[in-house]
Every structure is written in C-alpha cells, then in structure tokens.
C-alpha cells in the first residue's frame, strides 16, 4: 500500500518543519522577527492571570443527550431543554465565562448492584472499579459543556483542556469543575473572542463575567 492520502498532504504543508520543540523554536525564530525580551514580558504576563474556580454538583441521573435530530428543517436535541432549564435551576445568576477554561465532568453512574457481588459493590464504591460500558464518555462530555453553555460558558471553544471521567457511586450524579483565567492571556485570542457576535450579545446584556 502506498503512502496515505493524509499523510501526503501533511508532508507536503509540514514536512519541513523540525519535530522536536528545541528545533522548531528555532526555526520560529529564523523566519519570524521575535523580540526575545517581548516574549519574555508576555511570559510574565500570562504566569500573573489568576484563575477563578466554580463547582457544581447535579443531583440527576448522567444522561447523555442523543445526537442531533432533524426536525421541521432544523437540528434539535431531544432532551437538551431539559437539561438546560436544570442548570438554570441550579445557578443562581447567568455570568458568561469568556477567557481560556479548564473543564472537568465527573459521572456518578448507579452502581450495577444486581450484576455484582457485595465485594464488588463495596470496590466500586471505593472508586477502584469504574465503568466501562455505556454512555460514551465524549456524549458525556458534549452533554454537559452543552448544558453550561449560555448559562456560565460563552462557548465549549474557550474550553482547553477539558476531561470526562466516569465512576460509580450508590448515589448517582454528576460533579463539574470549571477554573477559568481573570483576563486573556493573549490580545489574539481577546480580539478573536470579542469580535464574535456571540460575545458582543452578552457583553450588551451585562453578562460577561469579569
């Protein structure tokens, strides 16, 4: 078999570049005019952004949303209002989050007491077994990204790094964690974000949160 239609692509648009990060930086600094002492100011800059922390815990079976449907012309999801008008009920006031976030979805799932042995409850329990079966951990994950979404998110794109993990519990639901920066760590990104329409309704309603 030949080489890969992908693989010939990459090659073609990233073959040059060096593949450890020693060498790419200094192929950065051969083709581009980097002020060192700039990037070292900016270094500084993005260390000193504070993170903020909000946690959650829901007290509803994890259920995945579905995928999108198709209805009357337009994509719905069945069951998404419903998971929205909760997070609404739990939050006391809409603020949106606009700077790099840090997401982090744990679900409690019942644990299977009729499939196991009491040895195996009690392990579970102690978070040594896990599930692995159904859901799928990233319906999971776009579930709950979706559900904040409006209501503390501006958007699931500004989350970065983002985890979902699955554990069991006698008790079932869902625990998320969301640190977000106090500022942007780059005018990039701050003018990336702040020319979005999405961005400028909410910053007209007040809702940006600071």
Request: proline fraction near 6%; include cysteine; hydrophobic fraction near 30%.
């Amino acid at each position: 078999m030949g080489i890969p239609k992908l693989q010939k692509e990459y090659e073609i648009k990233y073959g040059h570049i060096p593949d450890n990060q020693e060498d790419q930086l200094a192929y950065i600094r051969d083709h581009y005019n980097i002020n060192m002492d700039k990037v070292d100011n900016e270094i500084l800059k993005i260390q000193a952004l504070q993170w903020k922390e909000l946690s959650f815990t829901l007290s509803i079976l994890p259920n995945p949303a579905p995928r999108p449907r198709t209805g009357g012309g337009h994509f719905y999801v069945k069951g998404a209002k419903d998971h929205k008008n909760y997070m609404e009920y739990i939050v006391d006031e809409k603020m949106i989050i606009c700077t790099r976030t840090n997401l982090s979805v744990t679900t409690y799932h019942p644990i299977p007491v009729s499939s196991m042995t009491a040895t195996e409850i009690y392990l579970a329990q102690l978070g040594h077994l896990d599930p692995i079966s159904n859901p799928d951990w990233d319906n999971l994950g776009k579930t709950y990204s979706d559900m904040i979404q409006g209501i503390l998110l501006m958007n699931d794109n500004i989350v970065n790094p983002g985890s979902v993990r699955k554990k069991y519990s006698i008790k079932p639901r869902i625990e998320i964690n969301i640190q977000y920066q106090d500022g942007f760590d780059s005018k990039f990104n701050e003018r990336r974000v702040k020319s979005s329409k999405v961005y400028k309704e909410y910053y007209n309603l007040g809702m940006i949160r600071e």
